[in-house]
Each structure stands twice: as structure tokens, then as C-alpha cells.
């Protein structure tokens, strides 16, 4: 199973990006998709995850700013990020699994500067 995250990128303060995750199997559909952002220096934070059936979670910190959705057609799952912050800066990492991902993408950066 191959994961690849997406959409990284240079995006000034207040900006948006999207993030997209491209699973390679099928297991994708039955699979709960995780985002974790590493900042520089600091420990892997969980963003948001989105279950099997499509049910959302985020971090606290995040949610209202970020959506998580999924495309069980295109085996896909993405990360709307509005209303940037430079504390935002950081690889995204994409990962899935039936409940704890087991499957881990190499990330894709995020800075936010101006």
C-alpha cells in the first residue's frame, strides 16, 4: 500500500491550501484517514481524522479552520486548511488504517510566511 500526500507549499498568513492523500488500495474505503503535522523541532500533532464512514474529528486548536473530507471513489482524502497561521508551518503527513493508521505517506510542507 502506497500513501502520498499533496498540495504543499508556500502560502502567506491568512491564506489557504489544500492538501490531498492518494491511497493506492482498495483497503482505503474501510480505512480511518489521519492527518499529523510536524513542526520543525517540536512532536508529530494529530490535525484531524475522518473515519470509514465519513465522520470528522479534529484537533481542537484546528477545528473550524481545517476540513477533513474523503473520496472513497478516488480512494483520496484532503485537508481544507483556511485562515493560515505561521504556527502552521510543518510537514503533513497522511496516514490510514482499520483503526490506528498502518500506512504512512512521506509528508508534503506547509509554510506559512510572509
Known amino acids: 500500500v502506497q500513501v502520498e500526500e499533496s498540495g504543499g507549499g508556500l502560502v502567506a498568513p491568512g491564506g489557504s491550501l489544500r492538501l490531498s492523500c492518494a491511497f493506492s488500495?482498495?483497503?482505503?474505503?474501510?480505512?480511518?484517514m489521519h492527518w499529523e503535522r510536524q513542526a520543525p523541532g517540536k512532536a508529530r500533532v494529530l490535525v484531524a481524522t475522518?473515519?470509514?464512514?465519513?465522520?470528522?474529528a479534529y484537533n481542537a486548536s484546528m477545528k473550524g479552520r481545517f476540513t477533513i473530507s474523503r473520496d472513497n471513489a478516488k480512494k483520496s482524502a484532503y485537508l481544507q486548511m483556511n485562515s493560515l497561521k505561521p504556527e502552521a508551518t510543518g510537514l503533513y503527513y497522511c496516514?490510514?488504517?482499520?483503526?490506528?493508521?498502518?500506512?504512512w505517506g512521506k509528508g508534503t510542507l506547509v509554510i506559512v510566511s510572509s
Open positions: 496516514g490510514g488504517g482499520r483503526e490506528d493508521p498502518d500506512y
Open positions: 475522518i473515519s470509514s464512514d465519513g465522520t470528522p
Open positions: 488500495d482498495s483497503f482505503f474505503t474501510i480505512a480511518n
